[in-house]
């Protein structure tokens, strides 16, 4: 969601604890979401040939891909090792009329409102035994179902919360709901024009009322495009133009990216057998898609992470973007961001260049940061309280 109109790229939506993020895959049925979900997860969630096999929606916590997090553990060998995580939840498939009701429409979009972004996953791949619920396959017309379903849901909720409010400030019962009328209003305009709420020229007070609602189309969005495993080798699928298309149109920063279900299936089913899942990528000459995605859909949330590090423990603390050091702090404990003194802090460039703390300290790189210190991506932190 944008601040301010000097602002051009929409950012994730603020004010949501950023150690407790997620993300949820949507789309029309039987466009692979589970299977997406199993090869994310490992977990054995339904994935059969039919609408509404997913009824409930499952959550799992991906560990995020970090070589510096793996190159931390190697060089320290910790006892323990806890990465940075993601966690993705799989959402039933949606269907034309889902705002009204339709299908199991409604219990469907709220658990996309409990998610704060969404992996769109769209169909791009023809298989006469997978029926699609539309009966054919047009992934744009599926792109534009989906989006017109978050819109007509979000604008349902405007309208009934911006008559609640306007009714307040007539009666002159709140003053202090002037601002809820006019951003909301603003945010039907947006909605009623076919806009997503995230591209709107919202001020930290707009943000303010729009985080109460928590609306479907604030949530920033990647677009995942499940093709066949022929195609997917070859790198080549007619629709991926079309909706590259759409998607510049709606969404200029909108990240696409191509996958095969069925193929990230096949590599997940090697499970701990390493050696095997490298000799099929070989064979195959092509590679999963699955650390791609699961880093793309972290960073479109404007997250990154700091480290601890130590014998004992190296871990990935998840922080939204220009945090500052008393806040990170208070992602491992509370009191921490209380009692906050500073922050001992090293990059982790630094770290891999002198090869240990001491060194760095050797070479006056290992710094002493203050209370208003933004932590960058990939800062080793150590916090000195007095809790």
């Given at each position: ?50 609408p509404f096999c997913t009824i ?135 909605l009623e024009a076919g806009k ?78 390493e050696a095997g899942r490298q ?109």
């Amino acid at each position: 969601m944008s601040k301010g109109k000097e602002a051009e790229k929409p950012i994730a939506l603020l004010g949501r604890a950023s150690n407790n993020v997620s993300i949820g895959i949507v789309g029309m049925p039987n466009v692979g979401k589970s299977t997406l979900f199993n090869a994310l997860s490992k977990l054995n969630v339904p994935a059969e040939n039919y609408p509404f096999c997913t009824i409930d929606p499952s959550t799992a916590k991906v560990p995020v891909p970090d070589e510096r997090f793996d190159f931390l553990c190697n060089a320290i060998k910790p006892r323990n090792q806890v990465p940075a995580v993601l966690t993705i939840t799989d959402i039933a498939g949606l269907v034309k009329g889902a705002h009204e009701g339709k299908g199991l429409g409604n219990a469907f979009l709220s658990n996309i409102q409990a998610v704060d972004a969404i992996f769109h996953v769209c169909r791009g791949f023809k298989d006469s035994e997978i029926e699609h619920v539309e009966g054919s396959v047009d992934p744009v017309r599926d792109l534009e179902i989906i989006t017109n379903e978050l819109i007509q849901k979000d604008l349902e909720r405007c309208n009934a919360r911006l008559e609640v409010v306007s009714k307040m400030v007539a009666k002159g019962h709140d003053k202090s709901k002037k601002q809820d009328v006019a951003t909301l209003t603003q945010a039907k305009e947006l909605l009623e024009a076919g806009k997503d709420i995230r591209f709107g020229a919202w001020k930290n007070d707009d943000i303010d009322v729009l985080n109460e609602q928590q609306y479907l189309t604030a949530k920033p969005v990647v677009y995942l495009v499940n093709i066949g495993n022929e195609e997917y080798a070859a790198q080549k699928n007619k629709y991926l133009g079309k909706i590259a298309e759409w998607v510049k149109g709606r969404d200029p920063y909108g990240k696409i990216i191509p996958f095969s279900a069925s193929f990230e299936s096949a590599v997940c089913a090697f499970g701990d057998d390493e050696a095997g899942r490298q000799a099929f990528l070989a064979e195959k000459k092509v590679k999963s898609m699955m650390p791609k995605i699961i880093t793309t859909g972290y960073h479109s949330l404007d997250l990154i992470h700091y480290f601890t590090a130590g014998e004992q423990e190296v871990r990935a603390w998840t922080i939204k973007k220009g945090t500052m050091a008393p806040a990170a702090a208070g992602v491992i404990h509370s009191d921490f961001m209380k009692h906050f003194i500073c922050a001992e802090q090293m990059t982790f460039d630094d770290f891999k260049q002198y090869g240990s703390e001491v060194e760095v300290k050797k070479a006056g790189k290992y710094k002493t940061q203050g209370k208003l210190y933004v932590v960058q991506d990939g800062d080793i932190l150590h916090f000195k309280h007095n809790a």
